[in-house]
């Protein structure tokens, strides 16, 4: 199918799925005439695309874990794991964000708050 009709049935722009297209996300063969023709099942992967995107997944990521996906016997058991290995990188980022803010708490009112506290 064309990118015009891609576009459509994905609920995105073409330009979209040209910039995918560029980073290796997506492909599609040319044409003589030089459009590009996608696959049906392109559909799909645009749709898994944003709803991963939805989900806190990166581009990188998703371009990273598609492969894995497409080799695994059991998409739902393969999802199911990218998706505790995302929960234990948020984990790790809420701990982060919770002893930064920890940090940032203990310097309010010190009188210089670029100074750690009790300096």
Avoid: H
């Amino acid at each position: 199918m064309r990118i015009g009709e891609l576009a459509a049935q994905a609920g995105m722009t073409r330009d979209t799925i040209r910039f995918y297209e560029k980073v290796g996300l997506v492909s599609g063969r040319r044409l003589p005439n030089g459009y590009r023709d996608f696959a049906p099942e392109t559909v799909a992967w645009l749709q898994y695309i944003r709803t991963a995107q939805a989900l806190g997944f990166s581009l990188a990521e998703i371009a990273r874990n598609g492969e894995r996906l497409r080799e695994a016997p059991d998409t739902a058991v393969a999802l199911s794991a990218l998706f505790e290995e995302k929960i234990r990188v948020i984990d790790a980022r809420v701990a982060e964000l919770a002893s930064l803010r920890a940090d940032l708490t203990a310097r309010v009112g010190t009188g210089c708050p670029l100074r750690a506290a009790g300096r």
